[in-house]
């Protein structure tokens, strides 16, 4: 080798040696070297120094970066960093100690676009925390922040887009605390904190806002005009609080409003005119409430509804037509409540939703389904019935779906006679097996046979373990004052224990004066034949109605026709035999 050429190795092993000592290199896209300090890394106009532990920046910065990540060390105030300051358009400090915000440490960063604060000591927003500035990101997420001065945000008014204070301990939102004019922010989150109530003109102001979360506040009440002011907003998160109710007055001047989200409150009342003000929503979620019935007026207004979701609460009533009007609904969650009447006695309850194409009603303690439990469900794609013990279903109970993909069915309570043995061809026609795990547990020779090994021949009617509905109560009008009595029976082949329940107009009488009888009824055959009935006392106005006797057993529950009650009052009586009279002898 050369001297020459042996002279040249050492040089370039010292050149090496110094891009590994001290400074580091990196080469820009246009391959131009450019300095990074040893604690950190670089990557385009990035300088990244998080988790070093640093307690101050390095010393030389360089004066290409643009954005600078300082995070998950242990600073614990804004720091100076000279000449850089004016060029960098983010900056995230999240993860330090810094206790403080300060106007005058913020002032030099003129091009900052996005600040993250998060997880740090900050305990106070004051007035004059952030001056003058470009920014448009603003995190100060899982601070302390307790207390808030009017206009803290006032400088940033013209450009903020996006602010997160989640994760503090804020109680009050101050009046004013927007500044009215020129305001952009468009998405706010207040969540986890611990705001108990929101007063009337609380976000005035906001007229760009587009999203507000408000999560897990313990929130229990909402003043009238509690956001009004807020014409943009198209979601707005209430999950996680202690709301008892839905009013318009709450919801006054969400006119653009399109999500709102409302699982995991205490709501058991829906007020009948509560959507008037926002009736562009395209999605509601009631899940996790307390609502225990579904009115006729529930949903009023609600025509543009795409997905609604009530699953997980107490529903057991819903009325005729409460779902009339939502002729946009293509989703309707209602699992887990307890509907099972619904499906088993009313006809067409969801007739008015033609464009449902989704529907769940697992765990709803369904025992039948009738031939016309879904009648008006031309559009239905998925029926999810899983988690109900059910016992039969009549024939054509699924035959108008005719677009019906997925029906999810799991039993092992069903009575395989006669009336059930269209179902195993029927699921193997339309292709459903994969989607259905049905065994019979009636009679004994078939208890615990899946209904796909079950042989044709083997589903008969020999006995009807079921109640049947034997005697009808009658319709009829009585006196005011008067009492009244209907009377419904029923028989059944099993000695499994009946039950006994009335409903008047749809809604059960849980405090009636009820009588039942049984008897052995030996004629063609071993028989139990029961026999309730109803007691009304000294009948007035508020008794007329529909009333219905449900009998129920081990086995499933028949409903009775509904027999109308008619008071009339003696003067009433007296005027029609006066006329009667009149009449006959003219």
């Known amino acids: 080798m050369s001297a020459v050429r042996q002279s040249f190795i050492p040089a370039r092993i010292s050149i090496l040696l110094l891009l590994f000592s001290g400074l580091e290199y990196s080469f820009g896209i246009y391959g131009k070297s450019r300095f990074c300090p040893s604690q950190c890394s670089c990557v385009g106009d990035l300088m990244d120094c998080s988790r070093r532990k640093l307690e101050k920046v390095p010393e030389q910065l360089p004066g290409w970066i643009v954005q600078l990540k300082l995070s998950n060390n242990n600073l614990d105030f804004i720091p100076d960093l000279g000449p850089v300051s004016e060029n960098l358009t983010l900056i995230s400090l999240a993860h330090n100690k810094i206790g403080e915000l300060n106007s005058e440490q913020l002032k030099p960063f003129q091009s900052l676009e996005t600040l993250d604060l998060s997880n740090n000591n900050i305990s106070k927003l004051k007035s004059l925390s952030f001056p003058s500035m470009n920014l448009k990101y603003l995190y100060i997420s899982n601070n302390r922040i307790s207390s808030m ?78 956001f009004w002011g807020l014409s943009s907003m198209e979601v707005l998160q209430l999950d996680y609080n202690n709301l008892t109710e839905v009013s318009k007055g709450w919801l006054y001047g969400l006119v653009m409003l399109q999500q709102l989200h409302l699982s995991q409150n205490a709501i058991s009342r829906i007020r009948h005119d509560a959507w008037e003000f926002c009736q562009k929503l395209s999605e509601l979620d009631l899940t996790s409430n307390q609502l225990a019935r579904l009115d006729e007026s529930s949903f009023v207004g609600l025509s543009l509804l795409g997905k609604l979701h009530i699953g997980n609460n107490k529903v057991s009533f819903i009325a005729d037509g409460a779902f009339r009007g939502l002729s946009s609904l293509y989703a309707l969650d209602l699992k887990n409540n307890e509907i099972s009447w619904t499906i088993e006695d009313m006809n067409g309850a969801f007739s008015a939703l033609d464009k449902l194409r989704i529907l769940s009603l697992q765990g709803n303690r369904i025992r039948s389904i009738t031939k ?141 004066e009820i009588e039942n009888y049984a008897h052995l009824r030996t004629q063609g055959g071993d028989v139990m034949e029961y026999t309730t009935i109803l007691r009304l006392r000294a009948v007035d106005f508020s008794n007329e109605g529909k009333y219905q006797c449900v009998i129920s057993n081990h086995f499933g529950s028949s409903y009775s026709t509904k027999a109308k009650l008619t008071v009339n009052s003696k003067l009433t009586i007296k005027a029609i035999v006066y006329l009667l009279t009149d009449t006959s002898s003219g």
């Open 372 to 512: 016309k439990a879904f009648s008006g469900l031309d559009a239905l794609e998925h029926l999810d019935l899983g988690n109900n013990a059910i016992m039969s279903i009549q024939e054509n109970a699924f035959s108008q779906m005719k677009k019906l993909l997925e029906l999810h069915l799991n039993t092992s309570s069903l009575l395989c006679d006669c009336q059930l043995k269209w179902l195993p061809q029927w699921v193997v026609d339309n292709q459903f097996q994969t989607f259905i795990n049905a065994s019979c547990a009636h009679p004994q020779l078939l208890k615990g046979k899946s209904i796909f090994t079950v042989n044709q021949d083997d589903f008969v009617c020999d006995d009807f373990p079921k109640p049947q509905i034997t005697v009808q109560p009658e319709t009829q009008s009585a006196i005011k004052g008067s009492n009244v009595s209907f009377i419904c029976s029923a028989a059944s082949s099993s000695d499994s224990p009946m039950t006994f329940a009335w409903k008047k107009d749809n809604e059960a009488l849980n405090e009636a």
């Open 149 to 226: 001065e009017a206009g803290c945000f006032d400088n940033l008014s013209s450009t903020l887009q996006v602010l997160k204070l989640n994760r503090n301990k804020i109680s009050s939102i101050p009046h004013k605390m927007f500044k009215l004019s020129q305001l952009r922010l468009q998405h706010l989150d207040l969540s986890r904190n611990r705001i108990r109530k929101v007063d009337g003109l609380t976000f005035q102001g906001l007229v760009a806002l587009k999203s507000l979360k408000i999560q897990r506040n313990g929130i229990s009440k909402l003043m009238d005009g509690a």
